[in-house]
């Protein structure tokens, strides 16, 4: 949450260098700029204090030590969310700890854009990909994957044959909606289900939660909102599309936090009480969650495991200690318990 | 805030492609891709659609043709932080259209990183920098600037010789806290100030807030809560601050969204009314303040025509159109009065 780093750095920095070198971090950026005039004397110095601590001051000079870029490409559909912005600055985290270089593109979740990056776009720049891939096939991923090392951020059902990080998806949307079911909630609506049921992220929770109301032996008749994306404007139409109809519900399951906050803000202006008239649950607990007013119950992803999961395979892949489809990697969830559910406004347990 | 493209993009598409050419996108990608067999008479037809459009698939192709490598990088503080991500998010849009390719590096405002992305790292693959510098001095910053075409993003006072794009941090500051005075608060705090008075972003918004006190004959006495950062929990912290003097404040202005949402979840855990007992205003508008509950006002910054102008003066430089530090371009601001200071929920005016 802070702009300072957020873990120390194993990796030798400017002023490291300096400090070696008994000059100052400016002399130090001067000679390994190099667009500016300095003398034979400093240069000496502050080259051997570079050699010294092994710094690397760019990807030039892995590369022409390594025949590698020392980039890693991360493709996610956007930063608006706050999501993928916290995955993006957390893998950033992890691989300046190891000396690589993240580099962002936004797919808009678009399959041409996903597929170019996935085939083709800057191979000669990076050495890896980590995507998250919202639209294109698991074929077309798989044959992307055979020409460069990459890791997929799944949530969705993707190729047995390329590595991927994923969460269980079907077991945290089922808790999610069990927890609401242990409240006494009997109307759970569902937020955020895509517009057709296939292998997404969308389909998999739409599947823990139909299992958890046909345990309750439990009807979802008219309770599914299909949403075409999942932002907070989508959440504000779903809930006036719920609280028009003739069975109003109770309680609402959301595929995300973003939908959660718009049904929240959507339920106040017309006067319905959260917790009291509708217990409101999110999915990835996004920092917002918890400075919402109520705060927002959510199942808590651990971006920064899954930043550090999918780091790890793909420089294993590169060292050579990893091979291709090694599998998937589940990272666990939790459902944190706040006060749009009845909980303590920090979530902390009873 | 939605996945899909925000814009229609002037650049062809593989879509188009394959609807000039005739065949499956999945054929254009075979072609394009270079990995799978493909029959020379597909290709032909592929490779005719795609000169006919001007398709360009990649950032080698370009290279190859004009010695550019289309790539721009944009270096901010973080991702964290929503201004931040919907900035970049912006800005890929706005490089999009003009088939250009967003490098996002994220800084942590740290001197040493910044120096490093504006001086050197990557020089060889990109044909121009957007930088939103925290931490670099004015000279610095003006000595990168002649290696590569640059320009920054405002918000502190920056070298007059390097292209800038800025908004009137005190003219908002002041308009901000004389809102507050309009609506007859007299103990008005701000929260955000830096810890040193320098050049910074604070330090501007500080002296917008001072003379808006000043001019109405008011003590800023014991009002001002510096903060090390610009986060939820900061926040949280200066409210918990501010309540425990012996002077409490009837009125916050908050130098950026995020500390304000941090100060009303204190003030609500408190039993602190927003806006009956203290009136609470944001900087930046961020989307999660239009969603606050109650709903924030803020100064808004119009992030989209910020990404644009950086874009067009780089684009102006590169095509030769504009000469290096042809100055500053101040994006206008305006004040969205929301719930937080007594305006309906949707910032409308009655």
Known sequence: MDVDRGAPSARPRMVDVARVAGVSQKSVSN?????????????A?????????????NSAARTLRTGRTGVIALAVPNLWSPYFAELASHLTDAADERGLTILIDETHGDEDREALIARR???????GLVLSPLAMDPASIAAAARSIPMVLLGERELPASVDHVVIDNVAAAREATEHLLELGRRRIATVGAPLDDGTSTGSLRLHGYRAAMAAAGLSDEGMIVRTRHLQRQQGVEAAAQL??????????FCFNDMLAIGVMHALRLRGVRVPDDVAVVGFDDVAEAAYANPTLTSVHLDRQRIARAALDI???????SRAQ??????????LVVRESTGGRPDGSRH
């Open 45 to 57: 110095k502050v080259e051997r204090a570079v050699a010294l601590l092994g710094y690397v001051p």
């Open 314 to 320: 793909l420089v294993g892949r590169l060292d050579g």
């Open 31 to 43: 000679v390994l700029g190099g667009y500016e005039p300095v003398s034979p004397e400093l240069r």
């Open 121 to 127: 776009l800057r191979h000669h720049e990076i050495d």
């Open 325 to 334: 489809g090694a599998g998937r990697t589940v990272i666990e969830h939790r």
């Open 243 to 252: 609280l028009a109809a003739p069975r109003t519900p109770d309680a609402v």
